[in-house]
């Protein structure tokens, strides 16, 4: 058997085989026949390929397994996404239907603040229908004066952050300002903030209520301040809009009765009636007005007729976009009384001042002239009375007796009649003198008398005559000066004080009195070459019970100071130790009082 | 039928004085990608970090199963191999060596010889 000649079986083997494999059964293999030639070669041959193809069957059944598995995955997530999609979309329409059916302006911008998307309740905001305002920036909306505060606001929430609630103010399409309250988030796309989207809600008539409310109650705050007032207030026309029980009680007229009415036709009385219609005019139209907030003084009419001091201050407060003027008026009729009381009382306070201060300017008098002055002069004139009356009787009865007697008693007659008038003489004297005593005591004077001050200087010198005569010389030039008007009697007071100062500076020496006046004074003044005063005690010596005298009561300066002062003057002390005092009284010639 | 490799190695691995590695198999034997993992570590292991010619002696071998024939002409083998010259000098072991040849591109050069001699002459190029 050769090569070419292959044995039957061999080749039936391999047919075998081979339609077996071709049939898809790649495990059948074709038996070796050990014996190394060709047909092993073939068998191997045939055996390999069908191990290669059952391998690349596998392979490919593998391949198709992944590409299968991998269009699964594909088809799997294409469904998954268009899911996504329908959801979004859904989402989308649901948030669209909320916004184009929501009464809040639900808005996206861009990062540049354009519009991008807008619901249709922009137009009752802005008055703009969404498609107008597509593609226009917000910026162009903004009220200027708010712009700053609002971009702020959008550039935080641009920036990532929260910002909550915040105000806008826009100006809508007839240039009104709306107020928004709104809350913003950035949009963000990419983890890339593009632009951002807000809800705003329209609060202008929130707003508007809140102030409304604000002054309803800044009205109502003013009006319980006071209830016993007259709290009116006065709307267009003058007319009164409201009246207090406070008001009824002041003016008489129940509220039915007074609202309605003018104001000043009501309770301004008809003299002050044009000028208060006129001020009212100009508030109303400016609210502006001199009577606003202060508090003025003026006369108001009672329903009774009767007139009566109020005190009036009137507040403006806009109510719905126009003034309207709060009064409070107060009935003061009362106060004024108890002010007239206390003005009463006050003056009755100070003319008590004025008696007790002169009563002790009295018992200052008193001390310093003894019983001298109120006691001896008042004593001395009832004598002197009967004294002259006496008197002239004997002369009557002289002359009666000459009758009788004729000559003979002729000398004895002279010598009596002489005797008679030397004793007229001094009567006369001595009546002039309690005269003096008393005009310049008078402690009756209560006022001021025209008087001529060289005169009260003159008693004065009478009175204290005695206690310088010997010891001291005085030396008087009295000017020509008007006469004052003065309280002569007090004056003389403070002469006498000074005088006798200056003569009990010294044991022997001078005193100058001198008087003369310029446009605006009167001075009298008081010189002396005594002992002097040291500079450092030269205030003080006006001060009550500064005194450097055994029996001194140091009050004398002072109450001279005091009633100098009480005639618009001053007394002027200028003193050298060893050289003297002078005291100079300076009284001004017209005395307001 | 199982050969338990490690009393009985079926295949027999040596360095010529050139530095060609032969791979020798027992008459009959069936090679499976044990065998063939185990010589190309044993290939390694002479080749010390080098890559070697190898001459492979197909002759007498019943048969190679598909993986361990991927597994000679794969990447794993030409780490350590520079070149395989396979030996068939019969036409059934011939018609093995062609497969082994592989359907796909090998990764080093390989070639078919009818003997020893050519095989190594042509190795000899592949000697580091
Ligand atoms: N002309 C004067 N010369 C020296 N000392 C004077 C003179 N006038 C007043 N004084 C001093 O001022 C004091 C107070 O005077 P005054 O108030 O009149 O009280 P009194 O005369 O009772 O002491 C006197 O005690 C005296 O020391
Ligand atoms: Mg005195």
Redesign the pocket.
């Known amino acids: 058997m050769t090569a070419a000649e292959p044995r039957k079986k061999d080749v039936e083997a391999v047919s075998e085989v081979i339609q077996r494999i071709a049939t898809g059964d790649f495990s059948a293999k074709v038996p070796l026949s050990n014996r190394g030639d060709a047909f092993d070669a073939v068998a191997m041959g045939i055996n390999l390929l069908g191990e290669e193809i059952q391998a690349y069957r596998i392979e490919k059944e593998e391949h198709e397994r992944d590409l299968t598995d991998m269009l699964e995955g594909l088809k799997k997530s294409k469904e998954e996404s268009e899911k996504a999609r329908k959801e979004l979309k859904e989402s989308e329409e649901r948030f669209r239907r909320i916004a184009e059916t929501s009464i809040d302006f639900i808005f996206q911008i861009d990062k540049k603040g354009r519009f991008i998307y807008c619901s249709p309740s922009v137009e009752k905001i802005l008055g703009l229908k969404p498609e107008e305002i597509a593609g226009t920036n917000l910026q162009d909306y903004f009220m200027p004066s708010d712009f700053m505060k609002a971009f702020d606001r959008f550039k935080e929430v641009l920036s990532g952050r929260n910002v909550g609630l915040f105000d806008m103010i826009l100006l809508n399409n007839r240039g009104a300002e709306v107020q928004l309250e709104l809350s913003a988030v950035p949009i963000v796309e990419d983890e890339q903030i593009t632009g951002l989207q807000g809800i705003a809600r329209d609060i202008t008539e929130y707003k508007k209520t809140e102030m409304e409310l604000k002054e309803r109650e800044e009205l109502y705050s003013s009006l319980t301040q006071a209830v016993m007032d007259a709290i009116i207030t006065i709307g267009d026309e003058g007319k009164i809009t409201y009246w207090n029980e406070g008001a009824e009680k002041v003016f008489g007229y129940a509220a039915d009765e007074a609202v309605g009415r003018v104001a000043t036709k009501l309770v301004v009385p008809e003299q002050f009636r044009a000028k208060m219609d006129e001020e009212f005019e100009k508030f109303f139209e400016t609210g502006e007005s001199p009577l606003i907030n202060t508090i003025t003084e003026a006369a108001a009419q009672h329903k009774n007729g009767n007139e009566f001091p109020m005190e009036l201050s009137l507040a403006p407060v806009r109510i719905k976009g126009r003034w309207h003027a709060v009064g409070v008026a107060r009935d003061i009729t009362e106060r004024k009384r108890s002010e007239e009381e206390l003005k009463k009382y006050t003056e009755n306070l100070e003319r008590e001042v004025k008696e007790r201060t002169n009563e002790v300017i009295q018992s200052e008098k008193m001390s310093?002239l003894g019983q001298l002055v109120a006691g001896v002069a008042h004593e001395i004139n009832n004598p002197m009375a009967y004294l002259k009356t006496n008197t002239e009787f004997l002369e009557d009865n002289l002359k009666d007796l000459e009758k009788i007697c004729g000559e003979k008693g002729q000398p004895l007659f002279e010598e009596m009649r002489e005797l008679i008038d030397s004793n007229m003489d001094g009567i006369n004297r001595v009546t002039t003198i309690t005269k003096t005593l008393r005009r310049f005591a008078r402690p009756d004077d209560k006022g001021k008398v025209v008087s001529d001050v060289n005169e009260g200087l003159k008693d004065t010198l009478v009175i204290v005559h005695n206690r310088l005569k010997h010891r001291i010389e005085v030396h008087e030039e009295y000017g020509d000066i008007p006469r004052l008007a003065c309280n002569v009697g007090q004056l003389n007071q403070v002469f006498m004080?000074?005088i006798?100062?200056?003569s009990?500076?010294?044991d022997e020496g001078d005193i100058w009195l001198k008087t003369w006046n310029d446009h605006e004074n009167v001075y009298v003044q008081?010189r002396?070459n005594?002992?002097?005063?040291p500079e450092e005690?030269l205030r003080?010596?006006?001060?009550?019970f500064?005194?450097?005298?055994a029996?001194?009561?140091?009050?004398?300066?002072?109450?001279?100071y005091r009633i100098v002062q009480a005639h618009g003057g001053d007394i002027i002390?200028e003193?050298e130790i060893g050289e003297?005092?002078t005291?100079t009284v300076k009284i001004p010639v017209e005395v307001n009082e | 039928m199982s050969i338990d490799s490690t009393d009985e190695p079926i295949t027999e691995i040596e360095k010529d004085n050139s530095g060609v590695v032969h791979l020798k198999y027992r008459p009959n034997s069936s090679v499976t990608l044990e065998t063939a993992v185990k010589d190309i570590q044993e290939t390694a292991r002479i080749g010390a970090g080098k890559k070697v010619p190898v001459v492979v002696n197909l002759t007498g071998l019943k048969s190679v199963s598909r993986d361990a024939r991927r597994y000679y002409s794969g990447e794993e083998t030409a780490k350590y191999v520079s070149a395989a010259a396979l030996v068939a000098d019969s036409p059934v072991s011939r018609v093995l060596g062609n497969f082994f040849l592989g359907i796909d591109k090998p990764p080093m050069p390989i070639r078919l010889f009818s003997s020893e001699e050519k095989a190594r002459e042509w190795l000899t190029q592949f000697i580091e």
Do not use: R
Request: hydrophobic content about 30%; cysteine-free.
């Open positions: 310093s004080n000074l006798m100062n200056s009990q500076a010294m008081v002396d005594g002992k002097g005063i005690k003080e010596v006006f001060n009550p500064y005194t450097t005298k029996e001194g009561t140091g009050l004398g300066l002072s109450l001279s002390a003193s003297g005092t005291m």
